[in-house]
């Protein structure tokens, strides 16, 4: 099975900050995969597919990047709506895997 | 509107069983394979089965395999997750989705529904 490792675990950052989430893959998946933002008690949002696309109705300061087994998920302006936890899944083989999140607070 | 509404959910006995039901609307269920994700308290998200979209394939995490079968109704429109078995360590809110894929260019998740495994 494909093993999905994220950093950091936690990250505390401001209002305007430059933030910057790693997924690695055990092995590679290509450019199969997604990010995730969830808030307390809700479903998860979809973010980013393919590795860099954009969900539409997503804002522009989310970008994603990467292929094979490094990805990061790069949000250019931390905006107070933003404060969640992220993940990182890939989707290269018919089981999926879940990184074990990222969670962004305020510093 | 795509939507997708879970319920089933509830407090069984470890070694209990529980059929979880997840109804579609707003999409062609029958076009589309589904999965089933799991959250326990306070933790991360754990993908646990899917099934292809007429339901002759399937695919399940080590953790639930043997103990948890995934089905679906396209009649009905409808996912199930039975659980038999159940532990401790299945205690979680389960969400039915339809998740991003090579073929499936939209994700969808229902609002969730917990299950408790306690004597």
């Known amino acids: 099975d494909i093993q999905m490792t994220q950093s950091p675990s936690t990250l505390s950052a401001s209002v305007g900050d430059r933030v910057t989430v790693t997924c690695r893959a055990s092995?590679?998946?290509?450019?199969?995969l997604a990010w995730y933002q969830q808030k307390p008690g809700k479903a998860p949002k979809l973010l980013i597919y393919?590795?860099?696309s954009l969900q539409s109705g997503v804002p522009s300061r989310f970008s994603g990047s990467g292929s094979g087994t490094e990805f990061t998920l790069t949000i250019s302006s931390l905006q107070p709506d933003d404060f969640a936890t992220y993940y990182c899944q890939q989707y290269n083989s018919y089981s999926r895997t879940f990184g074990q999140g990222t969670k962004v607070e305020i510093k | 509107e795509v939507q997708l509404v879970e319920s089933g959910g509830g407090l069984v006995q470890p070694g209990g069983s529980l059929r979880l039901s997840c109804a579609a609307s707003?999409?062609?269920?029958?076009?589309?394979?589904m999965h089933w994700v799991r959250q326990a308290p306070g933790k991360g998200l754990v993908w646990v089965s899917r099934i292809n979209s007429d339901g002759s394939t399937t695919s399940y995490a080590d953790s639930v395999k043997g103990r948890f079968t995934i089905s679906r109704d396209n009649a009905k429109n409808t996912l199930y997750l039975q659980m038999n078995s159940l532990r401790a360590e299945d205690t979680a809110v389960y969400y039915c989705?339809?998740?991003?894929?090579?073929?499936?260019?939209?994700?969808?998740w229902g609002q969730g529904t917990l299950v408790t495994v306690s004597s």
């Open positions: 092995q590679s998946v290509d450019s199969w």
């Open positions: 989705a339809l998740l991003y894929s090579r073929n499936t260019h939209f994700d969808c």
């Open positions: 707003g999409f062609t269920f029958s076009s589309y394979w």
């Open positions: 393919k590795a860099s």
